[in-house]
């Protein structure tokens, strides 16, 4: 598909849609390490997609009776995005999420710009201009400074283990993902996202059935409730339709840089809630990113 002219407003433009998504997916960070033992990780991803369908369907239904012989043509497509970008992906990053350390997480994830890049240049012959790998090394160093402390001996300790693997392989699919929606059907966004969620959703129903029957159930506890609730405006709503209209402003190269800005939201959010003071590597980082976004965008 190719990429949308841009609009006025705040849907057209690319860099505050990203910079929102990212946002959200910060505090889904957050959301995924706090529940983690609490909450059954693949029950929390079904309902955050079915739930997600059953809300936006009241709203886009004249949108999906217009876009529906599109939708019938291209369905296949919509598979393989919901599959790859919505089920398979959200119940990768919270199992993964209950299996490693934060420090890990935060590492693997500076890597998905550099991942969404190579996706782009195997499966479309994308080209980065010197802009974008600049942006991406720029940010990536500074992303590495938060994490590290401006101290390389953090680094040197760093493990894999079953949860950086899944996050790892995770990452990938998410560059694939990203890489993929050129190919998305120029339906009306509100009815992509619909079927996005809603084929994502039905598509766990097996897995959330299988994790029922293992005891972890969910609990009617206000830490559920809340992750519900959460994941499912914020991290899958908000996030993945200001991503995915970020991605078709811009392209999937220039918006994966945008990623980097999660380390600078998380710090900043664990600051507000949890009372840890702002540091001097954390300022260092911060200008890192934000001159390797730059850099990208204007890429």
Same mark, same amino acid.
């Given at each position: 598909?190719?990429?949308?002219?841009?609009?006025?407003?705040?849907?057209?433009?690319?860099?505050?849609?990203? +910079?929102?998504?990212?946002?959200?997916?910060?505090?889904?960070?957050?959301?995924?390490?706090?529940?983690?033992?609490?909450?059954?990780?693949? +029950?929390?991803?079904?309902?955050?997609?079915?739930?997600?369908? +059953?809300?936006?369907?009241?709203?886009?239904?004249?949108?999906?009776?217009?876009?529906?012989?599109?939708?019938?043509?291209?369905?296949?497509?919509?598979?393989?995005?919901?599959?790859?970008?919505?089920?398979?992906?959200?119940?990768?990053?919270?199992?993964?999420?209950?299996?490693?350390?934060?420090?890990?997480?935060?590492?693997?994830?500076?890597?998905?710009?550099?991942?969404?890049?190579?996706?782009?240049?195997?499966?479309?012959?994308? /080209?980065?201009?010197?802009?974008?790998?600049?942006?991406?090394?720029?940010?990536?160093?500074?992303?590495?400074?938060?994490?590290?402390?401006?101290?390389?001996?953090?680094?040197?300790?760093?493990?894999?283990?079953?949860?950086?693997? %899944?996050?790892?392989?995770?990452?990938?699919?998410?560059?694939?993902?990203?890489?993929? %929606? /050129?190919?998305?059907?120029?339906?009306?966004? @509100?009815?992509?996202?619909?079927?996005?969620?809603?084929?994502?959703?039905?598509?766990?129903?097996?897995?959330?059935?299988?994790?029922?029957?293992?005891?972890?159930?969910?609990?009617?506890?206000?830490?559920?409730?809340?992750?519900?609730?959460?994941?499912?405006?914020?991290?899958?709503?908000?996030?993945? @339709?200001?991503?995915?209209?970020?991605?078709?402003?811009?392209?999937?190269?220039?918006?994966?840089?945008?990623?980097?800005?999660?380390?600078?939201?998380?710090?900043?959010?664990?600051?507000?809630?949890?009372?840890?003071?702002?540091?001097?590597?954390?300022?260092?980082?911060?200008?890192?990113?934000?001159?390797?976004?730059?850099?990208? +965008?204007?890429?």
């Amino acid at each position: 598909m190719p990429a949308a002219k841009p609009r006025g407003g705040l849907w057209g433009n690319a860099y505050l849609l990203l +910079a929102l998504g990212s946002l959200c997916w910060s505090g889904n960070h957050l959301m995924g390490r706090a529940i983690t033992g609490h909450v059954p990780p693949l +029950a929390l991803t079904t309902l955050r997609w079915l739930l997600a369908a +059953a809300i936006l369907f009241p709203f886009i239904r004249g949108y999906l009776v217009r876009d529906w012989p599109l939708i019938r043509r291209h369905f296949g497509v919509l598979v393989y995005l919901a599959l790859i970008g919505g089920a398979v992906f959200g119940a990768l990053q919270f199992v993964g999420l209950q299996l490693t350390t934060a420090l890990n997480v935060s590492v693997m994830n500076s890597l998905a710009p550099v991942f969404i890049a190579v996706a782009g240049a195997v499966m479309f012959r994308d /080209r980065l201009s010197a802009g974008q790998v600049a942006g991406i090394v720029i940010s990536l160093l500074g992303v590495l400074a938060i994490i590290s402390k401006l101290d390389p001996g953090v680094l040197t300790h760093f493990a894999f283990n079953i949860g950086d693997i %899944l996050i790892l392989s995770n990452l990938v699919l998410w560059a694939v993902y990203s890489a993929s %929606l /050129r190919w998305r059907p120029a339906i009306h966004p @509100a009815s992509f996202m619909f079927m996005f969620c809603l084929i994502a959703g039905v598509a766990m129903l097996p897995l959330f059935a299988w994790e029922h029957t293992t005891g972890f159930v969910l609990q009617p506890t206000l830490l559920t409730v809340s992750a519900i609730v959460f994941v499912t405006i914020f991290s899958t709503i908000v996030a993945f @339709a200001t991503w995915t209209r970020g991605v078709e402003l811009i392209g999937p190269n220039r918006a994966g840089v945008f990623l980097h800005l999660i380390p600078i939201f998380t710090a900043l959010l664990t600051g507000v809630l949890l009372g840890e003071p702002l540091m001097g590597y954390h300022v260092a980082g911060f200008a890192l990113i934000l001159t390797g976004v730059w850099c990208a +965008a204007r890429g």
